[in-house]
C-alpha cells in the first residue's frame, strides 16, 4: 500500500475532485438513474458546477474546509471529503444564496429523480435537527474505486470528528448504505432512512438499486460531541 498524506483542500483542487466524485458515483445505482442519458462531458462539467459552492466558495467564505488524501507515489488526490462548519451570522444573504445548488440536471438528466431528492433528502438532516448556524455537515466523500477499502474514508472522518469536537458541536450527514456503514462505526446514529424504487424514476431501472430488495436507500446520522467509534455491523451489509 503506498504511502498517504491527509491535507486540507483548497479550491484549485476542484477539478480532481470533480472527477473522483464521477468515477466514485458512477458505481452508484441513484446516480446512474440521475445522470439518465447525460454525455460523460455533461456530467463532469455539470458536477463542476454543482460542486464549485463546496469545494471553492465555501472554503473562499471560511465556512466550509476540503480534506485530501493524496497518494505520495504519484502526487494525486484519491479521496476527499467536505465538511460544512457551523454559519456565522455575519454572512450576507447573497453569500448564503451562494452556498446552495439546486442540483438541477440539464437536457438528458432525469427530473423525477431530482426532485424525489430535493423533497425527501435534502431535509433528512434538518428534520433529524441539524441547525447550520450550530452544527457540522458532512458535504460529500469520495475514494476512486481503485482505492477503496483502504481505510481512507475512514481516516478522513476521523479527522472531521476531531474538528468537531475541538469545536464543541454535533456533525450532520446524509449518507448511501456503504457509507453509513462506516459512519455508525465511527460514532454515528441513524436519524431517519428513506427508500425508493428506482423504477418510479425510469422503469428500465426497476429493481436495481443496492438494497436485497432492489430499492434504493439514504440515511441521515448524527454524530454527538465526543462519541468514540465502535464495531458494529447493519442489516444491509
Not at 486540507?8 to 458505481?27: F, K, N, R
Not at 444573504?93 to 423533497?119: C, F, K, M, Q
Not at 423504477?199 to 439514504?218: C, H, V, Y
Request: with cysteine; net charge negative; charged share 25%.
Amino acid at each position: 500500500m503506498p504511502p498517504f498524506t491527509l491535507l486540507p483542500g483548497v479550491p484549485s483542487d476542484l477539478d480532481e475532485m470533480v472527477h473522483i466524485w464521477v468515477t466514485a458515483m458512477d458505481q452508484d445505482p441513484f446516480w446512474k438513474t440521475w445522470m439518465g442519458t447525460m454525455t460523460q462531458c455533461q456530467i463532469e462539467q455539470w458536477t463542476k458546477e454543482n460542486l464549485g459552492y463546496r469545494i471553492v466558495t465555501g472554503v473562499e467564505l471560511g465556512v466550509m474546509q476540503t480534506w485530501k488524501v493524496v497518494d505520495e507515489s504519484n502526487g494525486n488526490i484519491v479521496a476527499w471529503t467536505g465538511l460544512s462548519f457551523p454559519w456565522p451570522e455575519t454572512l450576507t444573504d447573497d453569500e448564503r444564496a451562494s452556498l446552495t445548488s439546486s442540483w438541477s440536471p440539464p437536457e438528458g438528466g432525469n427530473w423525477l429523480i431530482r426532485n424525489w431528492y430535493v423533497e425527501n433528502v435534502a431535509p433528512m438532516v434538518g428534520n433529524g435537527g441539524y441547525d447550520r448556524s450550530k452544527h457540522f455537515l458532512r458535504q460529500g466523500s469520495m475514494v476512486l474505486p481503485s482505492y477503496q477499502r483502504l481505510g481512507l474514508m475512514t481516516l478522513l472522518t476521523k479527522k472531521c470528528n476531531t474538528i468537531a469536537d475541538e469545536y464543541g458541536a454535533s456533525t450532520y450527514v446524509n449518507a448511501r448504505p456503504k457509507a453509513t456503514s462506516m459512519f455508525l462505526k465511527e460514532g454515528f446514529e441513524v436519524c431517519s432512512v428513506r427508500d425508493a424504487e428506482l423504477g418510479e424514476f425510469n422503469e428500465t431501472r426497476r429493481g436495481k438499486g443496492e438494497l436485497e430488495n432492489g430499492e434504493t436507500r439514504f440515511c441521515a446520522l448524527k454524530r454527538e460531541i465526543g462519541a468514540v467509534p465502535k464495531k458494529r455491523k447493519v442489516d444491509w451489509e
